[in-house]
Structures are given as structure tokens and as C-alpha cells.
């Protein structure tokens, strides 16, 4: 079974021409339901987050700075212009926040080994007093640092194709927390080069895998085997909160790395697989429905020990990349926290 929350964030509304709209979660829910999957899900409701979860990682003046924006009325709040807080977005983000707790808490319960969190708005850019690139609350963070409360060592795997910057920059002087992001370079936000490591007590437990356009699947399964695997495995990692945005799909009109809905059911079965630590999916972003759909479809069937049976999105290979993974191991072994 999978714990599965469901949060469509209806409610925040930044319009029809805004890419992050309406109708992603739904997308993502019609790939499990494509995929025959409705009866392994262990759907929980989700429920609004308490102020004290989410100030463990945001300020609490943030969070009236966005109560008192959607007062007015609803803005744009960052300096690109890009990220909306409408009147009902901080309570759908809230929702958003509490669907992924009550994911974990629900595995907690059952020893559910997967969880999967389908919620909007996204979170990883989000700062501990900055909206940005759609996200409003850091929701991965959040669960990230819940869960390490509760003693877990937990280990966050952002394979978004933008850099997860917010949530880098929240566990960026903590040692108790792993960061490892894949993502295309040069991208927006411009930050997650190579040599961004982590800073003080807590270098090396930073990974960066800034990949060209046009990387494909094998480049970033040999990136799982040779670096994040053993990382994850030097680290202790008891739990993999995955910052799963889909917009690193071949198919996506925000980015160009070059990755198949089935890769993402490969690097899911290789973390299966080699790794016995519990894992929950959180979507990031993904901007194309058809391929939102099939990627969940994809990695809930390596979740459940299903074969993915689309055979246009098999996994894909030959693209560039390789030196990338060369030159990170290269960086941390020198560093010698992990490997
Ligand atoms: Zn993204």
C-alpha cells in the first residue's frame, strides 16, 4: 500500500494562463488511476497544519505577511512577478503542508514503507521568509524537519529540474539533514552549482548535480549508484522525503532535461531496491498534464513492485552529463564526510 494524500489546492487560483494551475494534482492522481493502481492507495485526508509545524521552518511574521496579502485581496508577491497569493492561497497552502504530515503520520501508524503527497502550491523555492517560483510554504522542509524531530535521519532527494534553493538554504548549516538535488544548469533559479556543499558544521551534507540540457536517465541512475546511494548509505538515512518535481520530463515546458516518465519508475525501483528506508514523494513541479500523469503512474508502480508497461516512456539513455557525476564524486570524496 501507499499512504497517499490528495490536496488540489482549488482555491489558489493564480489563472489559466499561469502554468502552475489547477488541474495538476488531478492529473497526477488520473496516472494512478491509469495505472490500475486505486486499490493499493491508503488515501488519508488532509488536514489544515498548525501554525507551530509550520513556524519550525518559516517566521511567524512570514506567515502573517501572507494572511494580510490574501486580506487584501491577493498579489504577486515575489520580484519576478510569477508567484500569486490570492485571498484562499495560505490556507491551501496550510492544507498542502498538513496533507504531507498526515502522510507521514499515517506511515508512522503503519510502517507504510511509501507515502505520496499530491499537493499544490509546490514548495521548494520557498525561503523561511520568501515566496518564490509559485511556492508559498515549504512543504518538503516542513516534513523534512518534522520527521527529523521525531529522530528519524531523514535525507531529502530533489530531482525538480530547477534548483531547490529554498530548501537549500533552510538545511544548508545543519548537519542532521541531507540535501541532494539534480536539476538542469544553467536554470533558473541560478543557484545549486557543484561546489555548493554546505557550510560550517555541516559541509558535504549538501549534494548538488547541476546537469546539462538534454541529460537522460542513465546519467542520473549512475548518479544514484555511484554517489547517492552511498551517500544515503554513509549518512544513515531512515527516511527519503523526495521533492519529486516532474518538470524534469523530456516533455515539460519549463525545462529541458531529457528524462522519461519509466526513468522515474527506475530511479524510484533502484531506491527501492537498495535502500530499506522509508520514502515520501512530495510533487514539486511539472507542467504538462500528460506527463504529470504518466510520472506518478510510473513511480507508484515501482513503489507497489509493479513493471511500468508504457512503452513510449521507457527509460531513456545516450545524452550528456557523466562529467557532472565524475566531477561531484571527485568534490566529495576530497571533502570525506561520506565517501
Ligand atoms: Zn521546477
Redesign the pocket.
Known sequence: MIAVSVSPGLDHDPGEHHVERVGRVEACYEGLVCVGLESELNIVKSKVASDSIITSIHDSTYLEKLDAVAQMGGAFVDKWGDTWVGEKTPHEARVAVGGAIEVVDEQLRSETSSGLVLARPPGHHAGVVTPMGFCVLNTAAIAANYLSQMGEKVAILDW???HGNGTQDIFWKRPDVLYISSHEWPLYPGTGDIDEVGDSEAVGTTLNLPYPRGTTGDVMLMGLENLILPILDSFGATWIVISS?F?SHRLDP?GSLSFSAGDFGMFSEKLVQSYKSRMTYIL??GYNFNSLAKCTGSVACALIGEKYKDVDELATNGGPGREVVEKAISIHKSIGRFI
Do not use: F, K, S, Y
Open positions: 525538480d529540474v530547477h518535481g518538470d519549463l514539486e513541479g
